[in-house]
Structures are given as structure tokens and as C-alpha cells.
């Protein structure tokens, strides 16, 4: 069955440093892969989408990975800060990014330490 | 950015009555909206896909009659809760995609706690 994986120990780093998050799936072959932002009871926030043809993607201190060989995406915040303190959600879609349905990781805890 | 407002955010029942939640497109219209639940440190578990003016498309082990879900407009869907449990207790969140877009946009989330 599909699966897709995450850290699921929490990642606790210095405020300055740069946190790497994984997102691992096996049985998928998904077109592209997103990555969201969730706070406490809050509903998760889109970063960004990488597609399947693409290596790296990056917006201001975020970049994302893509390997579809290793199956696998890592998700990199630069200059972490206090306030990037939250769980980060990879999600997997296949077909029309505007149509398809995706499916969610379990989420990484990160608690960036000042 | 778009928005999705949910309500309510937080609702307590007790068990055998109804409970209904709104998710609304404020400032674009919906052609999708998907409904999810989480339980606490696990996944967004996709329960159903809604189309505007079609019958929604729940995933396996989701029950229509349970969960019924309505998408009458472009900018508004609801889950109705139907002789909720204590096991229902979750919480639910909507989304939403536009016609042109890639991502989804989430309401804040239902909190739902079935006495």
C-alpha cells in the first residue's frame, strides 16, 4: 500500500541554524509533492509544490528537494527563527495538479530553540 | 492569499445528535473542496472529494450516511455529522481549491468532542 513517511520525533534546533526535514514514500509514483505548515489547532498553510520534472525549488529561506529515485523529499529552512516553530506536512499528488486529490505524512515536529 | 473560513471551530454534543460544519470560500470559488480529519499527531485523513452541484466522492472506509457532505454553491460545502459518537471526536478541516490553482487552502479546523 501507498506510504508515505516522516520524522516522527520532533527536531529541535538553534535559532541560526538550517533544519532538514524527510519525507519518504514507497509504493507511489506521485507528479508532484507539497509542503505545508501547520500550527497548533490551526489548518495546515501551503509552502510549496515541487513537480516531478523539478530538482529543487526555492522561496525565500525555504528550498525543497526532489528525488524520485530515492523517493524522497527534503524540505530546508535556512536561518531557522523562533517563529518557524511548527509541524511540517509533505503531501503526495498524482494526475492535474488542479484536480487530484493528495495524500498527507503524518507531519514533522520543529521546535527552533532562540 | 485566498481564504476558507470553517465553523464552527469548536463544538461539544452529546452523543445521538447531529452536528453540522461550514466551510466557506471567501474570496474565490471553490470548485473542489475536500473534507479531512486528524487525530492528534497523525495525518490529515481524507474522508471525501466535493464538487459544486455533484455528489461528493468519499474515500474507503468513510461512511456516506454518516458523513454527508453538501457543496450546493461554489463557495460554500458542509459535513454534517450524523448521530455523532465519542468516537467521532476529531478534528475536522476543510480545503479548498480554486479552478486555476495547484494548492489548497485550509479552514482553521473543526474541534469536535462528542460527550
Known amino acids: 500500500s501507498q506510504k508515505i513517511e516522516q520524522n516522527s520525533e520532533a527536531l529541535n534546533i538553534q535559532e541560526g541554524k538550517t533544519a532538514t526535514l524527510t519525507c519518504n514514500y514507497t509504493n507511489y509514483s506521485p507528479a508532484y509533492l507539497q509542503w505545508y505548515r501547520q500550527d497548533p489547532g490551526r489548518g495546515p498553510v501551503f509552502l510549496l509544490l515541487i513537480r516531478e520534472n523539478e530538482k529543487e525549488k526555492r522561496k525565500e529561506r525555504l528550498k525543497v528537494t526532489f528525488d524520485t529515485t530515492l523517493k524522497q523529499s527534503l524540505f530546508h529552512i535556512t536561518a531557522s527563527q523562533p517563529a518557524d516553530s511548527a509541524t511540517y506536512l509533505c503531501a503526495l499528488g498524482h494526475g492535474s495538479s488542479n484536480t487530484g486529490k493528495l495524500i498527507f505524512g503524518q507531519g514533522t515536529t520543529l521546535q527552533v530553540k532562540p | 492569499g485566498a481564504v476558507v473560513s470553517q465553523h464552527p471551530s469548536r463544538v461539544i454534543c452529546k452523543s445521538g445528535t447531529s452536528v453540522k460544519i461550514e466551510c466557506r470560500s471567501l474570496?474565490?470559488?471553490?470548485?473542489?473542496m475536500f473534507w479531512y480529519r486528524q487525530f492528534p499527531k497523525q495525518s490529515l485523513m481524507l474522508m471525501a472529494t466535493s464538487n459544486e452541484g455533484s455528489k461528493a466522492t468519499y474515500e474507503q472506509g468513510v461512511e456516506k450516511d454518516k458523513f454527508l457532505i453538501n457543496h450546493a454553491s461554489l463557495t460554500l460545502s458542509t459535513l454534517t455529522v450524523t448521530s455523532a459518537h465519542p468516537e467521532d471526536s476529531s478534528f475536522y478541516i476543510c480545503?479548498?481549491?480554486?479552478?486555476?490553482?495547484?494548492?489548497?487552502?485550509f479552514g482553521s479546523g473543526t474541534q469536535l468532542s462528542v460527550l
Open positions: 474570496d474565490f470559488q471553490a470548485t473542489t
Open positions: 480545503s479548498a481549491r480554486g479552478r486555476s490553482g495547484e494548492k489548497l487552502f
